[in-house]
Nanobody
Framework: QVQLVESGGGSAQAGGSLRLSCIVS????????LGWFRQAPGKEREGVAV????????RYADSVDGRFTISQDDAMNTLYLQMDSLKPEDTAMYYC?????????????????????WGQGAQVTVSS
């Protein structure tokens, strides 16, 4: 059973930085997409960044490209989201997620429906 446990987040001023971590267990390292999503109050959950586990291949939403970095530790046990140059509009609950790569999985998916496993969420609040 794939499990994801998040930590990190918190509060920052605009222009500041935060890092989210997500411990991922129970998955096959080279057969999954690992992603970060966020959901602000009253809005739909949106994809932020995705990577293919065990590789350096990534994809970012336009809204965070150049400011956020998704990465994985060498043991492939922990997923990170480094968030720099934060903006108030980055305020949301952030979730890590895992998607099995199958013949029907989209290429580097940023849509929540593609993901089967989810972390519990971590709040990020950015003040102006």
């Amino acid at each position: 059973q794939v499990q994801l446990v998040e930590s990190g987040g918190g509060s920052a001023q605009a222009g500041g930085s935060l890092r989210l971590s997500c411990i991922v267990s129970g998955y096959t390292y080279h057969s999954y997409y690992l992603g970060w999503f966020r959901q602000a109050p009253g809005k739909e959950r949106e994809g932020v960044a995705v990577m293919y586990s065990g590789t350096q291949n990534t994809r970012y939403a336009d809204s965070v490209d150049g400011r956020f970095t998704i990465s994985q530790d060498d043991a492939m046990n922990t997923l990170y989201l480094q968030m720099d140059s934060l903006k108030p509009e980055d305020t949301a609950m952030y979730y890590c997620a895992a998607a099995r790569d199958s013949s029907t999985t989209a290429f580097f998916p940023l849509t929540p429906d593609e993901y089967q496993y989810w972390g519990q969420g971590a709040q990020v609040t950015v003040s102006s």
